[in-house]
C-alpha cells in the first residue's frame, strides 16, 4: 500500500513538471520544456522555503542560480578581468588582438527582474566574450545591488554611477576606447535600467561623453497599466509569466507583498497619477494586430498609500515608459528586440511607437516564435540567431 501510494505520488509529480505548456511554433520545443521544467521545479522549492518561512523567495532563486556563475577566466581571444567602477562591481572584456586604432565599446547590464543573476552567470558571459570578439570592442558587464536586499533606485543608481565611471576621459584612455563609439545595452530588467540610465545621461551636464546607440532586448518599461494583452496573453510563456512579473516589479520596489496584490488586480495606481496612462495607453501605442481581441479598460484608482510609501512605480527612473516626448526625441539610435511569446513584449512595442513618433532612428526586430530569456539560452538555435543579429546591428551601427 505504502508503495503504491508513492508511486502515486512520483508519478503525479512528474506529469506536474513534464506537462510544461510551450508555444506550438517554438523550435527545439522539447528542449524548451526541459529547460521550463527546471526553472518550476527551482522556483517551486524557493517558494516552499518561503512558505515554511525558511528564506525569503529571491534569496533561495539567487544561491540556486549561483550554480551557474563562472569565474572570470581568459581564453586565446578575450582577456576578462575583474574591478570596480565608483565602488560596483563590473567584468571587463578586452580582445587579444593588437588594436590598430581606438575600439568601440559597449556597457551591457544583466536581466534577473532587478532580483536575481550577475555579470558572471554562464550565459552572460558567452554573450560578453562573443561580443568583445566579433566587435573588437571592449565590453563592460556591469553587476548592481539586487532586491530584497536592496531596493529601488539602488540598482538604477549602481548602474548609472558605473557608467559615469566608463564614461570618464581617462578610463575610456585606459582602455582604448573611442568616446564617440560607445553604446549601452541590456535584456529585460537590464534593458529596463540600460533604458533609465540613457535617459539620465542625455540630461546630465556632467558627463561629456554621450552614447552612440542603445540596445534593449525584451525590456521591462512600465509598472502603471498590468493588463496590456501580452500580459493578459502571458499567464503560461515560458520562464517569465503574468504572476511572477508583478512579483519582479513589487520587489523591486518593497518586500511589502500588498504592492504585489495591488498590481495582480491592476488597482495600484491612484488617481492622482492617472495622467500618467497616457505614456502607456496600449489601446493607441500598439500596432494594430497586438489588440485584436482586447478591450482598453481604464485602470481601477489604486490606494494613495501605496503610492506615497512605495514612489518607485511612478518614476520614470524605474518606468522609462513614462518619460515625456521632450526626453525622449533626444535618445540616441536605438535597437529594440521583442519576441511574441513575453508578457514585456509590448512593454517594447509601445517604446517603439513612443520613439518612432518622436523621430528617433529606431531598428526593431520581432521574433515571432521567441519567448522571454530566449537572448541568453545556451545552445538553442534561436538564442544564436538573435545574437547573431544583435552583433550585425552594433557591427553597422556602432
Known sequence: ?????????????????VSVPVPDDVEEPWKLAWETTKIKVVSDLASFAELLGISHFMDTMQLLMKLEEVPPT??????????????????IYLPKRK????????FYIHGGGWCLGSAALRGYDNLSRRTADRLDAVVVSTNYGLAPKYHFPRQFEDVYSALQWFLQENTLEKYGVDPRRVGVSGDSAGGNLAAAVTQQLIQD????????????????LQALDMNLPSLQEGSHFPFLSSSLMARFWSEYF??????????????????????????????????????????????????SELAQKYPGFV????????????TLRHLPLTYIITCQYDVLRDDGLMYVTRLQNVG???????????????FTLRDFKIAYRMQNQYLSWLMENL
Open 1 to 17: 500500500m505504502g508503495r503504491t501510494v508513492l508511486l502515486l505520488i512520483f508519478v503525479a509529480l512528474l506529469a506536474y513538471y
Open 315 to 326: 518614476d520614470v527612473k524605474a518606468c522609462p515608459l513614462l518619460a515625456n516626448d521632450n
Open 205 to 220: 551636464p556632467d558627463v561629456k561623453t554621450k552614447l552612440k546607440v542603445q540596445v534593449l532586448v525584451y525590456p521591462a
Open 74 to 91: 581568459s581564453d586565446e581571444n578575450v582577456t576578462v578581468t575583474e574591478t570596480t567602477f565608483n565602488s560596483v562591481p563590473v567584468r
Open 254 to 303: 518593497t518586500t511589502d507583498r500588498a504592492l504585489e496584490k495591488a498590481m495582480l488586480l491592476n488597482q495600484h495606481v491612484p488617481v492622482e497619477f492617472s495622467h500618467l496612462f497616457q505614456f502607456v495607453n496600449w489601446s493607441s501605442l500598439l500596432p494594430e494586430r497586438y489588440k485584436k481581441g482586447y478591450f482598453y479598460k481604464n485602470p481601477t484608482p489604486g490606494n
Open 99 to 106: 588594436a590598430t586604432t581606438l575600439r568601440r565599446a559597449l
Open 360 to 374: 528617433v532612428p529606431v531598428t526593431h526586430h520581432h521574433i515571432k516564435n521567441g519567448f522571454h530569456g530566449a
